[in-house]
């Protein structure tokens, strides 16, 4: 570039370094050449052409030294007093478009203006200023330094006053780190922990109160929100506790005001004091209920949520449903949630006591029975038991094994409640009428209906009759094999030591009912085999007994 300025040089003269030519001449270039009126007393000043860059769209070509220069240029004329006011707002959009170019550093002329802006403003000013100075590109570096000019930083003035509890002092700090600092400021977010602290101690009226005032007087729904999710941060049980005690508080409307987006935690408590307030609030297994309904859709879907919720409902280290109660709180909750959220001791009277043996208690006692450890042994039998007697019933477990286990678990559990009792005894019973019949015979599983209570008895006469009416062992079709009709002949008619009257009465019937049916349907072969089968078994007083009873059935 030619020497534009003095007309000197020429082709093949050396290169001059000019900041005023070399900018002058990228303004004509750019299209936007100085004009007379540009010019102030000396001609050669840079401020008017660094103004005149404004009107340029595109930075590109100008160049990093020549950008340098006129950052320089801007920051001293930033620094002078008698700048006016018009060149302050163009060197502030100057220092803007110099922010988004890569490589240069703003800061200089940004932390000019700042000052500028402070000068003005005087010394109460300070934190007001620093906090409206958005449109100035300053990093938190030279935000700090300036500050410091200015006196003691903010930070250091609220990092003596977490010393103290909170109160109006805490205010004016806050303010300006929160308007002005970086959203990770260390001590900013200890302010948080202890303002949560303040939150969580409700009983301390005072400072709970002051807390509650400053967040007010800041008017920072961002910053209230950090204190509102460390004030459930963890969820323990002495947190949600302390939840629970400030959504009960007078501040349970300020805490209600800041859920939207709030942690799981915080809306379950302030639902649970809103709903449980007063003479006639919910409490129990009814708020526990209406929780989830509006909260969770309905059903709980994971262990956390299970102990927050419960901790809330029914606090303390026992805390837990009434006996009457118990039995409705997998309304709304897997019974394996509350297994494996180590609460299942907190249900055994309804374990013992059911009033219904529906689906979810058999849920229930399944997890409660793969809970060692959880439980007593006592219910741990009772729940073990529950499942065996269930699943015999169904053809899931083998008489062998049933009757192996049976009388042990019966003994740890001790005394059952009378609906599991009698249900207990209506598995079983049915169990043994779904049995083949010869293996009835082989394991003596009879004898224990023979010797037992008499609902044992009247269950195993039910069951017969229902499985001779709807198919399996006991089928008339079935019973047509010898092999079956002299094993269930044996059974019925054995001479058992200790036999209730009931079971001889019964065993009698069923001789009658399921026997004295199927004969017609047995040929001379087939009761021929019977009465060989019985000879093997049963010696001839089998066949002797065999014989006088069709007899006595002619």
């Known amino acids: 570039m030619f020497r534009v300025h003095d007309g000197l040089g020429g082709p093949g003269s050396p290169r001059a370094t000019d900041p005023w030519a070399e900018l002058t001449a990228w ?8 004009r007379p009126t540009d010019r102030p007393e000396d001609a050669f ?32 004329a930033a620094a002078e007093d008698t700048t006016d006011a018009d060149t302050v707002r163009d060197l502030t959009d100057l220092c803007s478009r110099a922010a988004a170019l890569p490589g240069l550093d703003v800061q200089p002329l940004a932390a ?76 900013v977010d200890d302010a948080v922990s202890a303002l949560a602290r303040a939150l969580a101690r409700p009983e301390d009226r005072r400072t709970c109160a002051d807390t509650v005032a400053l967040l007010d007087g800041l008017g920072d729904r961002a910053f209230t929100r950090r204190v509102v999710d460390r004030l459930a941060r963890g969820a323990g049980e002495t947190r949600l506790q302390a939840l629970r005690a400030l959504a009960r508080s007078p501040h349970a409307d300020w805490l209600s005001g800041h859920l939207d ?42 262990t956390a949520t299970v102990r927050m919720l419960w901790t809330l409902v029914w606090p303390g280290r026992d805390g837990g449903p009434t006996p009457r109660e118990q039995g409705r709180v997998t309304e709304v909750c897997p019974p394996g949630l509350i297994a494996e959220a180590g609460l299942a001791d907190r249900l055994t009277f309804w374990l013992r006591n ?13 997890e409660a029975a793969r809970a060692p450890g959880r439980l007593p042994e006592a219910d741990l039998a009772v729940a073990q038991l529950v499942c065996l007697a269930h699943d015999f019933a169904a053809g899931r477990e083998p008489l062998a094994d049933t009757l192996r286990r049976c009388p042990t678990l019966k003994a740890r559990a001790g005394r059952l409640g009378t609906v599991l009792d009698d249900a207990v005894d209506y598995w079983l019973a049915h169990g043994m009428a779904r049995s083949d019949p010869e293996e009835l015979r082989r394991t003596g599983a009879l004898h224990r209906v023979a010797t037992g ?5 009247r269950h195993y006469g039910d069951a017969v009759r229902e499985a001779q009416a709807h198919g399996g062992a006991l089928d008339p079709a079935a019973l047509r094999d010898p092999r079956r009709v002299a094993s269930l002949f044996l059974v019925w008619t054995d001479a058992v030591d200790g036999a209730k009257g009931g079971w001889r009465q019964l065993s009698g019937e069923l001789l009658l009912d399921v026997l ?13 085999e019977v009465a060989t089968l019985l000879a093997g078994r049963g010696g001839e007083r089998g066949v002797q007994a065999w014989n006088k009873w069709r007899q006595g059935m002619r």
């Open 27 to 34: 303004l004509w270039r750019a299209g936007a050449a100085p």
């Open 45 to 76: 000043a840079l401020l008017p052409l660094a103004r005149r860059a404004l009107r340029v769209p595109d930075w590109d070509g100008l160049g990093a030294d020549l950008a340098r220069t006129l950052l320089d240029t801007a920051a001293r």
């Open 112 to 187: 000019a203006l700042l000052r500028r802006r402070l000068r003005t403003a005087g010394p109460p000013g300070v934190d007001a200023v620093l906090s409206a100075a958005v449109d100035l590109p300053l990093d938190p570096g030279t935000r700090r330094a300036v500050r410091a000019e200015y006196g003691p930083p903010p930070e250091d003035d609220l990092r003596s006053l977490l010393l103290t509890p909170p109160g109006p002092s805490w205010g004016r700090p806050l303010r300006t780190l929160l308007g002005t600092g970086p959203a990770e400021d260390p001590v």
């Open 261 to 302: 987006g709030a942690p799981l935690a915080v809306r379950l408590a302030v639902s649970a004091g809103r709903l449980g307030r007063g003479a006639y609030g919910l409490s129990g297994v009814d708020l526990w209920t209406e929780l989830v309904h509006a909260h969770l859709d309905g059903e709980i879907s994971d």
């Open 354 to 366: 059911p009033q219904h043996l529906d689906r979810p208690y058999i849920a229930f006692a399944r």
């Open 453 to 457: 209570r008499m609902a044992l008895i």
């Open 516 to 528: 004295g049916a199927v004969l017609p349907q047995l040929d001379e072969r087939a009761l021929g």
